[in-house]
């Protein structure tokens, strides 16, 4: 996600490196390759073009402190300007209903009916929700077992009417359905279309003035850059909608459609999907995205997904262990599950302050912890309790259960016992201290360039 933009933005502020100040022609200079860095990210070249403007204005009414380079100080101008961009502010989703009521929208293939279960499942773990998903599509095939697989997956009910091809009836049904049996947040699933046509919008529209939603929820597709931007404007002219949800963010999108939207269409982007998986679902931070596009790292958003992994009992249980030599395999397994738990691998990586740029090029599979798994799952329990047992003759076997070699085997057991002797000596932060020792772990499935 960004890499490319953040790459040519990072050449573009090198030409006022050693520079001694600012100047209307090295600004210039540096703005014109901004600009096409933005262009070349398919963002919209009206919105390219009051950016740079902006950023020019601010940059040469500024005075350079003695401390502060110029190159620094153009970093900062870009940074705020792209967080303003995007929206400023965190915006927070309306919730006020009795119950709330929430219409989605947008195109086939955006990602509407996923989106509609991460929301729900979100809504219902963080938020302390009863939600009821809602089908409404009634004319693509399988549109309403589909969503009931989703519900399946959250456990959270799918309110259908499998004959009934009116959507407005349909909507009002759920509705007092979820007053009926407590249900306090009700999600409406709606039909796309491949293309934005007359007949589309109408149902919708006479939806949602039927059921008047407390949120009117725009779905894109990010990957489709700045078609997403105009179906997003054509949409908003139409519904009026009140927030966008950009899917596939961890796809190879230039991300165009995420620093143009908002501009276009004046409505706040509110959730960004990164990943398949139902819990693949960030609040969007416009300030931590520019931190992210401009190689700062996001700090924040990686200690926010450790602490909803994170188990207070657990930590404390593993401290008493480690205090008495006793942290074990079983306890090693539970360590890379909730790792892996936190999402996609490199994405992870990539919020670490200038670890970014250093692996762009680095291939992390996302299955790059399976065969440490493997290995640990082919132990025994006695094995994987007491490791000291672990005999030649316990390996081989070990090896062959895991389809992995005695090498690999013995590699995994030393570097085991090398992190349990420093999480011992570290008891007070045993989690930072394995997260150290993994970084250095040769994964099967990463592979470094040239290699």
């Not at 932060?429 to 994964?443: E, I």
Request: net charge neutral.
């Amino acid at each position: 996600m960004f890499e490319n933009l953040s790459d040519r933005l990072d050449r573009s502020f090198k030409i006022l490196k050693g520079e001694g100040k600012i100047t209307e022609i090295n600004v210039a200079e540096t703005l014109k390759d901004v600009r096409r860095a933005l262009l070349d990210a398919d963002v919209n070249y009206k919105v390219a073009k009051t950016f740079t403007d902006t950023v020019k204005k601010k940059a040469l009414g500024m005075n350079v402190l003695t401390a502060v380079k110029p190159g620094q100080l153009m970093v900062k101008i870009v940074h705020d300007e792209l967080a303003e961009l995007m929206g400023g502010d965190t915006v927070e989703i309306n919730l006020k209903g009795h119950p709330s009521v929430i219409l989605m929208s947008g195109l086939q293939g955006s990602g509407k009916t996923t989106f509609s279960g991460k929301l729900a499942n979100r809504l219902k773990t963080k938020g302390n929700k009863n939600p009821l998903l809602v089908a409404c599509d009634v004319y693509r095939p399988a549109a309403i077992e589909q969503l009931k697989v989703v519900g399946e997956q959250i456990g959270v009910p799918v309110y259908t009417e499998p004959e009934n091809k009116n959507v407005v009836e349909i909507a009002q049904h759920a509705i007092q359905e979820a007053k009926a049996k407590g249900y306090d947040l009700v999600i409406v699933d709606t039909a796309g279309r491949l293309a934005v046509d007359e007949e589309m919008m109408t149902e919708i529209k006479n939806l949602k003035d039927a059921i008047q939603p407390d949120e009117t929820l725009f779905v894109v597709d990010s990957m489709t850059g700045q078609d997403a931007v105009n179906t997003a404007k054509e949409f908003n002219d139409r519904l009026d909608f009140d927030g966008v949800i950009l899917t596939k963010l961890d796809g190879d999108t230039r991300g165009g459609a995420a620093l143009s939207i908002r501009t276009v269409v004046s409505k706040p982007i509110m959730f960004i999907g990164t990943g398949e998986k139902m819990d693949a679902l960030d609040v969007f931070h416009p300030s931590r995205m520019a931190d992210r596009i401009l190689g700062m790292g996001d700090v924040v958003s990686l200690v926010e997904r450790a602490q909803e992994q994170f188990d207070e009992e657990e930590a404390r249980r593993l401290q008493k262990k480690i205090q008495k030599n006793k942290f074990d395999f079983n306890d090693f397994l539970g360590q890379i599950e909730q790792i892996k738990k936190m999402g996609n691998i490199k994405e992870l990586a990539g919020m670490i302050p200038g670890v970014g740029k250093a692996i762009k090029d680095i291939d992390i599979d996302d299955n790059a912890f399976n065969g440490i798994e493997a290995i640990i799952r082919s132990m025994t329990p006695k094995e994987r309790t007491n490791p000291e047992i672990l005999n030649t003759s316990r390996k081989n076997r070990i090896a062959k259960g895991s389809g992995t070699s005695i090498q690999e085997v013995n590699r995994l057991i030393k570097q085991f016992d090398q992190t349990r002797k420093m999480m011992k000596m570290v008891t007070g932060n045993q989690m930072a201290s394995m997260m150290s020792r993994m970084k250095g772990m040769k994964l099967p499935g990463m592979k470094l360039p040239g290699m």
